[in-house]
């Protein structure tokens, strides 16, 4: 959906919240040039551990040695550690609910901020319905910072953006098993993983009932409604 609504290949991108890096790599292989960016170093870290990130010695980022189209950095989507007008299209993906909800429209003005002329913001977020939803609102319900975030967008013109495309798709998530679940839970927020343990029980009840086999033994999918929104500098 990225590619098609805003072609990222040979353009500069900033992922904000970048996790574990399969955005970052995906359209580095695709050649747009990115910076994947995370709020502290236990997040980036599985990121780092990729085959295709050597850490340097003499910064504190990460590239990959391939045409040093990736690279990696420590910050906050509130204060974003990139120049103004240093980037052709800043990503949320899935991650704009994650910033407190105090601090959207703060996120959101940063993201402008270094945006060139004619970038935009691409914001990906999961809607609070279907059987993902209902699956990892056992360990945290995001109901309302979801709410937060889709207010936020509703707004944008406070951060001096417009939104010019929204789109709503369905992905279908597959996970292994329910130690895949935790693992891709808890690197989005180390904070889960008590609240996980605590539920393992009922977590494991629910992954059997909820979505439907996939290909692999032991293996559940899942469908999560999605809307993309396509954001640009807003008119004088």
Same mark, same amino acid.
């Given at each position: 959906?990225?590619?098609?609504? $805003?072609?990222?290949?040979?353009?500069?991108?900033?992922? &904000?919240?970048?996790?574990? %890096?399969?955005?970052?790599?995906?359209?580095?292989?695709?050649?747009?040039?990115?910076?994947?960016?995370? &709020?502290?170093?236990?997040?980036?870290?599985? +990121?780092?551990?990729?085959?295709?990130? @050597?850490?340097?010695?003499?910064?504190?980022? @990460?590239?990959?040695?391939? =045409?040093?189209?990736?690279?990696?950095?420590? %910050?906050? +989507?509130? =204060?974003?550690?990139?120049?103004?007008?240093? &980037?052709? &299209?800043?990503?949320?993906?899935?991650?704009?609910?994650?910033?407190?909800?105090?601090?959207?429209?703060?996120?959101?003005?940063?993201?402008?901020?270094?945006?060139?002329? %004619?970038?935009?913001?691409? $914001?990906?977020?999961?809607?609070?319905?279907?059987?993902?939803?209902?699956?990892?609102?056992?360990?945290?319900?995001?109901?309302?910072?979801?709410?937060?975030?889709?207010?936020?967008?509703?707004?944008?013109?406070?951060?001096?953006?417009?939104?010019?495309?929204? *789109?709503?798709?369905?992905?279908?998530?597959? *996970?292994?098993?329910?130690?895949?679940?935790?693992?891709?839970?808890?690197?989005?927020?180390?904070?889960?993983?008590?609240?996980?343990?605590?539920?393992?029980?009922?977590?494991?009840?629910?992954?059997?009932?909820?979505?439907?086999?996939?290909?692999?033994?032991?293996?559940?999918?899942? $469908?999560?409604?999605?809307?993309?929104?396509?954001?640009?500098?807003?008119?004088?």
């Amino acid at each position: 959906m990225l590619e098609r609504l $805003v072609a990222p290949a040979a353009k500069d991108v900033l992922d &904000i919240g970048c996790g574990g %890096g399969a955005l970052v790599r995906a359209l580095a292989a695709r050649g747009a040039r990115v910076v994947g960016l995370e &709020i502290s170093a236990e997040q980036l870290a599985p +990121a780092l551990a990729h085959p295709s990130a @050597a850490l340097e010695a003499t910064a504190p980022e @990460a590239t990959t040695p391939e =045409a040093t189209r990736a690279r990696y950095l420590l %910050g906050t +989507a509130q =204060a974003l550690p990139l120049g103004n007008a240093s &980037i052709d &299209i800043a990503v949320f993906m899935r991650s704009l609910h994650h910033v407190p909800p105090p601090e959207l429209q703060s996120a959101l003005r940063e993201a402008r901020r270094v945006l060139r002329p %004619g970038g935009v913001v691409y $914001v990906a977020e999961p809607l609070a319905e279907g059987d993902y939803y209902a699956l990892t609102a056992l360990v945290e319900d995001e109901l309302e910072v979801r709410r937060a975030a889709d207010d936020a967008l509703t707004r944008a013109s406070q951060a001096g953006l417009e939104r010019a495309t929204t *789109i709503q798709y369905e992905v279908r998530v597959c *996970i292994a098993g329910l130690d895949a679940l935790r693992k891709r839970m808890v690197s989005a927020n180390p904070a889960r993983a008590a609240s996980f343990d605590a539920r393992q029980q009922e977590l494991a009840e629910a992954f059997a009932r909820l979505g439907e086999p996939g290909a692999d033994p032991g293996e559940r999918c899942f $469908v999560q409604p999605m809307r993309a929104d396509v954001l640009r500098a807003a008119s004088a």
